[in-house]
């Protein structure tokens, strides 16, 4: 058999090294990224709205590079912010912001809205906030400009293409069905009711998101609602434990959304939607706050009252100094770096923490389409 060429062996050399630096490219593009729901992931969209809802006054973002109101409703950066940082991206831009310009735009967008839930209900109280439906049309509206900037198909590209974390369903317990005894929701179903009720609509506004064009979505889960230091403060300030109605709600929902999630993707032919298990990622951090640094996990860093844990953060409110020893921020939101840790469980844990995969695989998967 006839030896090959030196210049088939060139060729041949030339077209791997094209390939690998093709894949190498490919991983370092920023992905798009889009943000959907509530105040967990909102970045600044309530501060242009008229609500109560806000995070654009002293000290909330005290730790973040310009030391200013950012409208995140943390000390620091947020859960989005820091899988951009894993996703090779800059943190998205609020929809809302006079920033999102044509350069930003292939980027992403940040829909999310302090206050929001799974139903247009829940939230009422916080005035003008931009409930899930409004969101999923303000996508619409942002595809719109996208497909006129760079056309239909690059468009649909890009929105198919995209990360998309989504977190929704604590405020339909917390700002809903426990706002205040005998509210309308706990009088119409009992819990378990209201829990199949919520898991349902929520399969309604991903099955939308998917129509829409999204290919791949993380879901954070409830939290440990029971265990923010509002609760406590307001439920067990003497003992300092959990609020055990709210923790049973998070048990209950959790599992569902996992199951709804699982037979969703089942019919959609592929995973589309992952489950994160942020109930057992803050778990860790708050049965040993010591074995993760932190000095409790009972108190948040910016308040007033028992466990700091009443009323908003604000300029007149007590503010520890290391805001990196304590898991809560506020009276409801995580510190950054518990943020951190909770991110680093999303990239990397296990499927008790990220089902169906985590966000290395998916990222890993996604390189190869």
């Keep these: 058999m006839a030896k090959p060429s030196s210049s088939m062996a060139i060729n041949s050399a030339n077209t791997l090294v094209s390939l690998r630096n093709s894949f190498i490219i490919l991983l370092n593009q920023p992905r798009p990224f889009f943000v959907f729901g509530d105040s967990l992931v909102d970045n600044g969209n ?27 409703f943390f000390n620091g950066l947020n859960i989005p912010d820091i899988i951009s940082e894993h996703i090779g991206s800059e943190p998205v831009l609020p929809f809302l912001s006079l920033e999102l310009h044509e ?9 999310a809205s302090a206050g929001v839930g799974i139903l247009n209900d829940t939230g009422f109280q916080f005035g003008e906030i931009i409930a899930m439906p409004l969101q999923l049309e303000y ?29 929704l ?28 009720y919520l898991v349902s609509e929520y399969r309604k506004i991903l099955m939308k998101m998917y ?5 791949r979505a993380i879901l954070l889960g409830s939290r440990p609602l029971g265990c923010a230091p509002a609760e406590i403060a307001q439920h067990n300030e003497l003992s300092g434990e959990c609020s055990t109605d709210l923790q049973a709600a998070a048990e209950l929902f959790e599992p569902q959304v996992d199951q709804m999630v699982k037979n969703l993707n089942a019919e959609l032919g592929t995973e589309v939607f992952i489950s994160a298990s942020t ?30 844990g009443l009323d908003f953060c604000n300029a007149y409110s007590n503010l520890c100094e290391n805001r990196d020893e304590l898991v809560f921020w ?8 518990a943020c951190r840790l909770i991110v680093e469980k999303i990239v990397n844990g296990t499927d008790d923490y990220m089902r169906p995969m985590n966000l290395t695989t998916i990222m890993y998967l996604d390189s190869r389409v």
């Design 46 to 72: 309530n501060n242009f709205l008229i609500t109560p809802a806000r995070a654009d006054i002293f000290p909330y973002s005290i730790d973040s590079p310009s030391k200013l109101p950012t409208g995140r």
């Design 103 to 111: 350069e930003k735009l292939p980027l992403g967008a940040n829909f």
């Design 139 to 167: 996508f619409k509206v942002y595809q719109q400009k996208l497909s006129s900037l760079v056309g239909e198909e690059k468009a649909k590209d890009i929105v198919n293409r995209a990360l998309v974390l989504v977190s």
């Design 169 to 196: 369903g604590g405020n339909d317990f917390v700002n809903n069905y426990y706002l205040v005894p005998f509210s309308t929701r706990s009088l119409q179903y009992t819990l378990p009711e209201y829990v199949i």
């Design 211 to 215: 129509e829409m064009g999204v290919r």
């Design 279 to 308: 109930r057992l990622m803050y778990f860790d951090m708050m049965n040993n706050p010591q074995a993760y640094g932190f000095v409790t996990s009972k108190s948040a860093c910016c308040g007033q009252g028992a466990y700091n």
């Design 330 to 337: 506020d009276a409801f939101h995580p510190s950054e770096r």
